[in-house]
């Protein structure tokens, strides 16, 4: 399995205003992923971060609104910009086990815009 | 494009009971399926991987199927606990690890 810690756990923040998250996985892996979970909805993934390289986003996120960051092979962040209610989410990172696949998840940080 | 239904949406059950949680995906060809819980307000926990070449897996008291034909996840869980009230969500992988679409989840209460 993999470790993964966030930072903040939560935050409260103004609109307009915009916070990092930072994701930290015990061991080395090749792609962390970003996922948004909207109050009472799944899992939406935001985008891929491979070290190295540009983050790739999916259909809806642009890098301007959640810019990435992968200066390593155990380390990313997650830039929420310039926030408004509707980005009230909780925040979440994974990593999965290059072999089998697996996704393992940090403990998501919850965000609310006020 | 790949969507991933779960039902029911909720379930209450008095402790002791054995019950079953479905997942039901629309492309036949999935990579893998994985079985999550998430505590209210928390990140999600691994509870089994269903590899592609498998049909099956369990860990102690849960046994998770995939049926690919079908299009059918099961997450058994035997001797309920109120421990195991949470919410269940699965996620299947297609086009290989990467794109992953999780499941609506079943939030489960179960009743001491």
């Known amino acids: 399995s993999a470790v993964i810690s966030q930072k903040p756990s939560r935050d409260i923040c103004q609109r307009g205003t915009s916070l990092t998250i930072q994701c930290q996985v015990d061991s080395q892996v090749t792609m962390m992923f970003w996922y948004r979970q909207q109050p009472g909805q799944s899992l939406t993934l935001i985008a891929t971060?491979?070290?190295?390289?540009?983050?790739?986003?999916e259909s809806g996120f642009v890098i301007d609104k959640f810019p990435i960051s992968r200066p390593n092979l155990t380390f990313s962040t997650l830039t929420v910009s310039n926030m408004s209610p509707e980005d009230s989410s909780i925040y979440l990172c994974?990593?999965?086990?290059?072999?089998?696949?697996?996704?393992?998840f940090g403990p998501g940080t919850r965000l609310t815009v006020t | 494009k790949q969507e991933v239904t779960q039902i029911p949406a909720a379930l209450s059950v008095p402790e002791g009971e054995n019950l079953v949680l479905n997942c039901s995906f629309t492309?036949?060809?999935?990579?893998?399926l994985q079985w999550f819980r998430q505590d209210p307000g928390k990140g999600l926990t691994s509870l089994l991987l269903?590899?592609?070449?498998?049909r099956e897996q369990t860990s102690g008291r849960l046994n998770a199927s995939l049926d690919k034909s079908s299009g059918r996840s099961t997450l058994y869980i035997a001797a309920s606990q109120p421990g195991d009230s949470a919410t269940y969500l699965c996620a299947g992988y297609s086009g290989g690890y990467q794109k992953v679409t999780f499941g609506t989840g079943t939030k489960l209460q179960v009743i001491p």
């Open positions: 994974s990593v999965n086990r290059d072999f089998t696949g697996e996704q393992y």
């Open positions: 971060a491979n070290q190295g390289s540009e983050a790739t986003y």
């Open positions: 269903i590899q592609s070449s498998q």
């Open positions: 492309d036949s060809a999935i990579y893998n």
